[in-house]
C-alpha cells in the first residue's frame, strides 16, 4: 500500500498551485460578486495542459487519471469552489463518451475538450427529476435518420458557455432502461438558455436551464449507437466523478481552516493572541482531523477509480468519500467562521463566501442521503461487511 504522490502527481499539484495562488486567488472575490464565468482561470488551465486528464490518451487527452484531477481541484478551491467545478466539468460531460461512445464519437469530441477547444456539459438533472433520475421526462423520437429531443434540462453547470451538451433523454418505454445518451450541438436550433440562476453559492459558474424543442440530433451522436444503454453510462460517470466532488470539498476546507489559523495568529484577545487559547486550538485541531480523514477517502476513492472498480460493488467506497467529504467542508468552513467571529461574518473575509459554497457539495451530483442509500444497500447485500 502506497501513500506517496508519484513525480507526476506532484507535478500536477504544484502546477495547479501556482495557478490558484496566482490566477484564482485574485480573482475570488469579484468572481462571486459578478458571477461571470472566468474565462482567464479556463486559460489558464489550458495552457497547463489539465483539461485532458480524465480522457485516455487514445482519445486524444492526457490520460492521466481521476486522482491527478483531484489533486489539482483541490488546490484551486482552497480560493474558490468554482474553479473547482472547472476541472470537474473536464471529465462529467466527456466521461458518458469516454465509457458509452463508440471509437467515431471519442474521436469527435473529446480531443477538443481535451485541449480546451471544446467545453461540454452534462445533462441530467430536469425540473421534476433530479435524484429521480430513473424517471426522466425528455424524450428523444426517431425521425427518419435523426431523432427529435423535446423537453427540459435544469441546474447545468457552465451550461452557458458549452459547446456541446450530453444529453440523457427517453427513447423507450418508462424506467432506466428507456432512457438513451446524446451528444448535442448546444447551438443547435430549437436549444433555448431559459435563465441562468441567482445562485447561493459557487456564483462563478453558471447554471442554466435549458429547453429542448424538436431539436434534431443525427442518429450517429446517439452515444454507444444503441438505444436504452444511457442511465448505466450516466451512473457509471457519477460514480467514477465522485471523488472530485470530494476534493472540491478537502480544498475548500484546507483553505478555510488555513485562512482561520492564520488570522488567529495575529488577532490579539484578552492579551494573547487568539490561538493561544486551548478552546481556539482544539477547534483547529477537530479541522486538521477531519480533513485529513476526508482525503484519505478521496484519495482511495480516486484510486479505486483508476483501477477501474467504479461499478456497483465499489460504489459504496466512493459515496462515502463523497458523502464524509463535502460535509466535511460544511463544518469546517463553518468552524473557521466561528473563530474570526463577527469579522467572519463579513464579506471582508473569504470564510462567508467558503461557508455559503460549501452548502452546494451536500447536493451536486447526488445528495448525501442518496449517498446513504448507497452505502446502506451495500450493507444490507454484504457488499461492505465489517463482521
Same mark, same amino acid.
Given at each position: 500500500?502506497?501513500?506517496?504522490?508519484?513525480?507526476?502527481?506532484?507535478?500536477?499539484?504544484?502546477?495547479?498551485?501556482?495557478?490558484?495562488?496566482?490566477?484564482?486567488?485574485?480573482?475570488?472575490?469579484?468572481?462571486?460578486?459578478?458571477?461571470?464565468?472566468?474565462?482567464?482561470?479556463?486559460?489558464?488551465?489550458?495552457?497547463?495542459?489539465?483539461?485532458g486528464?480524465?480522457?485516455?490518451?487514445?482519445?486524444?487527452?492526457?490520460?492521466?487519471?481521476?486522482?491527478?484531477?483531484?489533486?489539482?481541484?483541490?488546490?484551486?478551491? /482552497?480560493?474558490?469552489?468554482?474553479?473547482?467545478?472547472?476541472?470537474?466539468?473536464?471529465?462529467?460531460?466527456?466521461?458518458?463518451?469516454?465509457?458509452?461512445?463508440?471509437?467515431?464519437?471519442?474521436?469527435?469530441?473529446?480531443?477538443?475538450?481535451?485541449?480546451?477547444?471544446?467545453?461540454?456539459?452534462?445533462?441530467?438533472?430536469?425540473?421534476?427529476?433530479?435524484?429521480?433520475?430513473?424517471?426522466?421526462?425528455?424524450?428523444?423520437?426517431?425521425?427518419?435518420?435523426?431523432?427529435?429531443?423535446?423537453?427540459?434540462?435544469?441546474y447545468?453547470?457552465?451550461?452557458?458557455?458549452?459547446?456541446?451538451?450530453?444529453v440523457?433523454?427517453?427513447?423507450?418505454?418508462?424506467?432506466?432502461?428507456?432512457?438513451?445518451a446524446?451528444?448535442?450541438?448546444? /447551438?443547435?436550433?430549437?436549444?433555448?438558455?431559459?435563465?441562468?440562476?441567482? /445562485?447561493?453559492?459557487?456564483?462563478?459558474?453558471?447554471?442554466?436551464?435549458?429547453?429542448?424543442s424538436?431539436?434534431?440530433?443525427?442518429?450517429?451522436?446517439?452515444?454507444?449507437?444503441?438505444?436504452?444503454?444511457?442511465?448505466?453510462?450516466?451512473?457509471?460517470?457519477?460514480?467514477?466523478?465522485?471523488?472530485?466532488?470530494?476534493?472540491?470539498?478537502?480544498?475548500?476546507a484546507?483553505?478555510?481552516?488555513?485562512?482561520?489559523?492564520?488570522?488567529?495568529?495575529?488577532?490579539?484577545?484578552?492579551?494573547?493572541?487568539?490561538?493561544?487559547?486551548?478552546?481556539?486550538?482544539?477547534?483547529?485541531?477537530?479541522?486538521?482531523?477531519?480533513?485529513?480523514?476526508?482525503?484519505n477517502?478521496?484519495?482511495?476513492?480516486?484510486?479505486?477509480?483508476?483501477?477501474?472498480?467504479?461499478?456497483?460493488?465499489?460504489?459504496?467506497?466512493?459515496?462515502?468519500?463523497?458523502?464524509?467529504?463535502?460535509?466535511?467542508?460544511?463544518?469546517?468552513?463553518?468552524?473557521?467562521?466561528?473563530?474570526?467571529?463577527?469579522?467572519?461574518?463579513m464579506?471582508?473575509?473569504?470564510?462567508?463566501?467558503?461557508?455559503?459554497?460549501?452548502?452546494?457539495?451536500?447536493?451536486?451530483?447526488?445528495?448525501?442521503?442518496?449517498?446513504?442509500?448507497?452505502?446502506?444497500?451495500?450493507m444490507?447485500?454484504?457488499?461492505?461487511?465489517?463482521?
Amino acid at each position: 500500500m502506497e501513500f506517496e504522490l508519484s513525480e507526476e502527481h506532484r507535478l500536477i499539484k504544484d502546477t495547479a498551485r501556482r495557478i490558484a495562488r496566482e490566477v484564482v486567488a485574485p480573482r475570488a472575490k469579484e468572481l462571486d460578486e459578478t458571477g461571470e464565468y472566468p474565462h482567464d482561470i479556463f486559460a489558464a488551465f489550458k495552457q497547463a495542459g489539465l483539461l485532458g486528464m480524465a480522457i485516455p490518451e487514445e482519445m486524444g487527452g492526457t490520460g492521466n487519471g481521476i486522482l491527478p484531477i483531484c489533486l489539482a481541484i483541490e488546490e484551486v478551491a /482552497k480560493y474558490e469552489c468554482g474553479a473547482g467545478l472547472m476541472l470537474v466539468l473536464t471529465g462529467l460531460p466527456n466521461r458518458p463518451i469516454v465509457l458509452g461512445g463508440t471509437k467515431e464519437q471519442q474521436q469527435k469530441w473529446l480531443p477538443g475538450a481535451a485541449t480546451g477547444e471544446l467545453k461540454s456539459s452534462f445533462c441530467l438533472t430536469e425540473p421534476d427529476h433530479g435524484s429521480d433520475a430513473a424517471n426522466l421526462e425528455t424524450r428523444a423520437t426517431r425521425d427518419g435518420d435523426d431523432y427529435l429531443l423535446s423537453g427540459n434540462k435544469v441546474y447545468i453547470s457552465g451550461g452557458t458557455v458549452a459547446d456541446f451538451l450530453t444529453v440523457f433523454a427517453r427513447t423507450g418505454g418508462p424506467g432506466a432502461k428507456g432512457i438513451s445518451a446524446f451528444v448535442v450541438d448546444a /447551438k443547435s436550433p430549437g436549444i433555448t438558455i431559459d435563465r441562468t440562476d441567482d /445562485k447561493m453559492g459557487v456564483r462563478s459558474v453558471p447554471t442554466a436551464h435549458f429547453s429542448f424543442s424538436d431539436v434534431r440530433v443525427p442518429r450517429e451522436n446517439l452515444l454507444g449507437g444503441e438505444e436504452g444503454q444511457g442511465f448505466n453510462t450516466a451512473m457509471l460517470t457519477l460514480n467514477s466523478m465522485r471523488p472530485t466532488v470530494g476534493a472540491r470539498g478537502v480544498g475548500l476546507a484546507e483553505g478555510a481552516a488555513a485562512y482561520a489559523l492564520e488570522w488567529a495568529r495575529e488577532r490579539r484577545a484578552f492579551g494573547s493572541a487568539v490561538i493561544d487559547f486551548e478552546a481556539i486550538q482544539f477547534m483547529f485541531a477537530d479541522m486538521a482531523i477531519q480533513i485529513e480523514a476526508a482525503r484519505n477517502l478521496v484519495y482511495k476513492a480516486a484510486w479505486l477509480v483508476d483501477q477501474g472498480k467504479y461499478t456497483r460493488e465499489y460504489a459504496h467506497h466512493l459515496a462515502i468519500a463523497k458523502a464524509y467529504a463535502t460535509e466535511v467542508a460544511n463544518r469546517v468552513a463553518s468552524d473557521a467562521l466561528q473563530v474570526l467571529g463577527a469579522q467572519g461574518y463579513m464579506k471582508d473575509h473569504p470564510l462567508e463566501r467558503h461557508f455559503r459554497d460549501a452548502r452546494q457539495l451536500m447536493i451536486v451530483e447526488g445528495t448525501s442521503q442518496v449517498q446513504r442509500v448507497v452505502i446502506s444497500r451495500a450493507m444490507v447485500d454484504r457488499t461492505l461487511v465489517y463482521g
